[in-house]
Structure formats: structure tokens, C-alpha cells
């Protein structure tokens, strides 16, 4: 419930690195650290 679907997180990330120029290195960074 409280959930996001890998669907909906797969295409947030999509649209983070192609449209919003982060890179994939900076979300690993933020990931680590929340332990994910």
C-alpha cells in the first residue's frame, strides 16, 4: 500500500537520467546511503 511499483520507479529513474540530466552514479550515491 505504501508501496511504489518497480514499474512507476523504472520510469522515474528513466526520466531522471534522460530528461533531467542526473546521473545514474548520483542515484547509486543517494540509493547507499537510504540502503536501499
Not at 511504489?4 to 520510469?11: P, S
Amino acid at each position: 500500500r505504501n508501496k511504489i511499483g518497480m514499474n512507476v520507479a523504472r520510469e522515474a529513474l528513466k526520466i531522471a537520467i534522460t530528461e533531467k540530466g542526473v546521473q545514474p552514479k548520483e542515484i547509486m550515491q543517494y540509493a547507499k546511503k537510504v540502503l536501499i
